[in-house]
């Protein structure tokens, strides 16, 4: 219907899409043969091949999760499994095909490369076609390749930690990633290595129907510090698109990664993504994750607190407007004594869409002095939208502390009153509380991020007052 | 420009479909300080949100002008670009909004979009506002009104009167709950203020905070109308013989008046 199209890419502003650009894609559907090609395509060894055979055996095992979000719209059938974009890999923009290129300009990569990243992964599609490191970043040990790449280059490195933090018995859709995986960030830290400038990636769906499944490794080194940063956006198709990602991270003795996303997908993508890290003695692993986009978003980053001192953090942004499910939340699980996690969820629901924290924190046997603190602020903008808070917590220990506190907002009719008394359009003093209430998580970004992320916001509030 | 004039005429509100404004009629010119004062629950605080525009408050009859123009046909946003400041009683909290950047976007709400305020320009006049009203200059970086003991709050609503400017202003209770050095601060910022340019509603259920700022006329309000007008004498009587003074002596007249 071209009414709906043009009314939800006026709401997108990403919404565009370049055709079809692909140098390969694969017909609808997940078969074995699928799998296979995607491994022969890619010369990877048969250990892989074998761990990805596995995975859909279990996929097609799993029953769909019946305990979250609405997925009945998703049809497995319908989506393409692969699509290879370009035939090789650009070190320079000029490398990427013009059309591709292009696309990313208009996001802004290259530019915000130029002015303040450390190194660029830029996928499209199934595979990265663009990537690049600062040299000395290089020099200094650090890896930052995709995933693909570091399987060919670093294999025993891969090997060894490849399904350890996220096995494809995990979930439905972990083990969807693990058998048709492609692209996605691998990134080492070596010890005591501190990367101070922010890793980039991009992660941009291209062709209708696309499923995109990228695989990021991350290893942080005992003492190393990282921050790394994932975008992503989408053309707005009539039919749905599925990103389904994996991300394992490992902070060894010591160390600190921080883990940034401002997802965008537009309304027709389903976003299931499974994100978890493991975290070791006195390690920080900290997830700060925004979910503006999709249609459907089911994503609980989550920290194994493993070591001593160990400590997780979750700061979490969740919009829902029109048709949009964000089920989101965190999983702590406390494995060690004296263990800290920190979850901090915002939603904000508007014209009918929904928000759902969806938590857990665990608390096993032995873990005396751990402490937890979960802190869910929803924001509600009208009489459509609503809100769920749902807080799980396993406790085996009592020598704990626990704390929980949920709160839900409207805008109030004295808030505004009070902000237009002084001048402020309904719209901007709107925007204002808006603006207010995500700004413990905008402050967490880095600045560039904080802009975009607030224009973001602004824009998704456009046309907010009836 | 001839000064500001707000003209409230034989207004009737009603709250929840409760009539508490009962043909109150007042008129406010530039440079004129006038105090409204009257017992708890006469109708002093309907009349300050009512001039504002508050959705809650029905007008159900009479009109409110400003410079001519009607302020009811008016929303709160308009009528505060068009001139009108309230101080509130009960100042709202915006968590995550500094107190800078809230007043610096209420600054160019009324400035055309490509003009806004100079940072330097800005920065200087808001410290200097705050010198004024003995603000410790970090005030301006924190979240709006929140947390904010109730001197702060308050001394935060002149702060605001001072940078936006306004033809009238009305105080609403600006003094209650402050102890004597703080309604000194808070009415030396509005005694800065004062202008023929300006025009000041203050209202008050104490004679205190006049004692520091004059008014040139004192209006009682008994039971949603004017019962009494007359000079800074009037507000030195209500304070030595309070409020039942009125009940005994104007009540009867008023409720034998005809309607």
């Known amino acids: 219907m071209a009414t709906r199209q043009q009314l939800v890419s006026e709401e997108y502003e990403y919404g565009f899409n370049d055709g079809d650009v692909g140098v390969l894609k694969f017909q609808k559907g997940l078969t074995r043969q699928v799998v296979e090609e995607i491994s022969r395509i890619k010369q990877e060894p048969a250990w892989m091949l074998d761990f990805r055979l596995h995975a859909l055996d279990i996929f097609l095992k799993k029953p769909m999760p019946k305990w979250g979000a609405d997925l009945s719209a998703l049809d497995f059938e319908k989506i393409v499994y692969y699509v290879k974009p370009s035939d090789r890999q650009g070190k320079t923009w000029d490398e990427v095909p013009q059309q591709i290129k292009d696309t990313f300009e208009r996001l802004g990569i290259p530019e915000a490369e130029r002015k303040f990243l450390a190194g660029v992964s830029a996928q499209y599609d199934s595979e990265v076609v663009y990537h690049n490191i600062h040299k000395d970043l290089e020099e200094q040990g650090i890896i930052f390749t995709d995933t693909d790449t570091a399987l060919r280059e670093y294999p025993d490195l891969v090997r060894e930690y490849f399904g350890t933090v996220i096995p494809s018995e995990d979930n439905k859709f972990a083990a969807l990633n693990t058998a048709v995986w492609s692209g996605g960030s691998f990134v080492y830290l070596p010890k005591g290595v501190h990367c101070n400038i922010p890793l980039q990636a991009y992660f941009r769906i291209n062709s209708e129907n696309m499923g995109q499944f990228e695989r990021t490794l991350i290893i942080a080194d005992e003492g190393s510090f990282g921050h790394y940063v994932e975008g992503c956006t989408a053309p707005t198709y009539n039919s749905e698109s599925l990103h389904s990602a994996v991300v394992e991270i490992l902070v060894k003795e010591g160390a600190r990664m921080r883990y940034t996303t401002v997802q965008n997908w537009a309304s027709n993508v389903f976003n299931l993504v499974t994100k978890r890290a493991i975290a070791e003695k006195n390690a920080t692993m900290e997830w700060v994750d925004g979910n503006i986009g999709s249609k459907v978003t089911m994503k609980y980053p989550s920290v194994y607190l493993v070591g001593e001192g160990a400590r997780g953090m979750v700061l979490s942004i969740a919009v829902a407007g029109k048709g949009q499910h964000q089920d989101t939340g965190s999983k702590m699980y406390h494995y060690a004594p004296h263990t800290t996690s920190t979850i901090l969820s915002k939603s904000i629901s508007k014209h009918g869409g929904k928000t759902t924290y969806r938590g857990l924190v665990h608390m096993a046997k032995g873990v005396e002095g751990a402490k937890s603190n979960v802190k869910c602020d929803t924001l509600i903008l009208d009489e459509e939208s609503n809100s769920d808070t749902i807080p799980y917590t396993e406790v085996s220990d009592s020598r704990v502390e626990m704390e929980h506190e949920a709160t839900v907002t409207k805008v109030s009719e004295e808030q505004l009153f009070y902000l237009m008394s002084r001048g402020l359009s309904e719209e901007d003093a709107t925007r204002m509380v808006v603006m207010g209430f995500i700004e413990p998580f905008t402050r967490e970004l880095p600045m560039e991020f904080a802009v975009e992320m607030n224009r973001l916001i602004k824009f998704e509030m456009e046309g907010a007052i009836g | ?259």
């Not at chain 2, 440079?31 to 009257?38: D, L």
């Open chain 2, 1 to 259: 420009m001839a000064g500001p004039e707000l003209a409230i005429d034989n207004l009737h509100v009603a709250v929840d479909g409760t009539p508490v404004l009962k043909g109150l009629t007042l008129s406010i010119r530039g440079g004129e300080v006038h105090a409204v004062m009257g017992p708890n629950g006469t109708g002093k605080s309907t009349l300050a949100q009512t001039i504002m525009g508050h959705p809650r408050y029905q007008v159900t009859g009479g009109s409110i002008t400003l410079d001519g123009q009607d302020l009811l046909a008016m929303k709160t946003d308009a009528r505060a670009r068009a001139g009108l400041f309230l101080a509130m009683q009960y100042p709202n909290e915006v968590s995550g909004v500094t107190t800078a950047n809230f007043l610096r976007t209420a600054l160019n709400a009324r400035r055309d979009a490509k003009d806004p305020v100079r940072l330097k320009e800005f920065r200087d006049e808001l410290d200097h506002a705050m010198d004024i009203l003995s603000i410790d200059h970090g005030f301006a970086n924190r979240y709006l009104n929140e947390g904010f003991s109730g001197g702060e709050k308050k001394r935060n609503e002149i702060l605001q009167m001072l940078l936006l400017k306004p033809r009238i202003a009305v105080l609403d209770e600006i003094d209650s709950g402050l102890d004597i050095d703080a309604v000194r601060i808070v009415a030396q910022g509005v005694d800065a203020s004062r202008s023929p340019e300006l025009g000041l509603l203050i209202i008050t259920h104490y004679q205190r905070i006049l004692n520091y700022i004059k008014p040139d006329y004192v209006h009682i309000v008994y039971d949603g109308r004017v019962v009494k007008s007359g000079g800074p004498e009037l507000a030195e009587t209500l304070e030595s013989r309070g409020y039942e003074w009125i009940r005994e002596e104007l009540v009867p007249a008023v409720e034998g008046s005809p309607a």
